[in-house]
């Protein structure tokens, strides 16, 4: 029998709303939202942190109140260790957009830029379903292959103002 794996609690509700906290660092911008404590994923951070010069992104561990406030009521109950991640275009205006699992890494890559964009693109060619299989089969096996921090890693000081969400 396999065992479930376990997840981190989430933090209760914050006092104050948290997308009214953090509206001016994110509206407008592109978020990614991405499980705070598979060691895969933080890798996938770094790179994109390392690879985005303009600042392009933000990037929310869903574990925190924030994440959850960003998507709508019906998708609200995140699962971090399901859906990975989840990337949210032109963030709080009428022209943002959610895009889950593989169309979000692949949107992701594109919107980097450079040989980055190549790669989005190159990922778009492949079907939809063949690339979901994929993704799922390494979202599946991530904790076991890469690791799993038990929190969220604390982001040095010159990512504070790109990572958010996070107990200051």
């Known amino acids: 029998m396999q065992e479930a794996p376990t997840t ?8 104050v709303d948290s997308v009214e906290q953090f509206r001016p660092q994110i509206e407008g911008r592109d978020l990614i939202l991405y499980d705070g404590v598979c060691a895969l994923c933080n890798g996938v951070v770094h790179y994109l942190l390392k690879h985005d010069p303009q600042g392009r992104f933000r990037f929310i561990p869903q574990e925190t109140a924030l994440a ?9 109950a995140l699962q971090p260790e399901k859906e990975g991640v989840i990337l949210i275009t032109a963030a709080l205006t009428p022209s943002q957009r959610i895009y889950r699992r593989s169309d979000a890494v692949a949107h992701a890559l594109t ?15 492949i079907p939809r379903p063949f690339r979901e299989f994929g993704y ?13 921090y038990p929190t ?8 504070r103002s790109r990572i958010l969400g996070l107990p200051s």
């Not at 959850?68 to 609200?76: I, M």
């Open 136 to 148: 799922g089969l390494i979202a599946r096996f991530r904790y076991r292959l890469f690791g799993r």
């Open 152 to 159: 969220c890693p604390i982001p040095t000081p010159d990512q």
């Open 8 to 15: 981190t609690p989430l933090p209760a509700p914050a006092a």
């Open 68 to 76: 959850q406030q960003l998507l709508p009521p019906q998708s609200s």
């Open 111 to 125: 919107l980097l830029g450079g040989f980055s964009t190549f790669l989005g693109r190159l990922t778009r060619l």
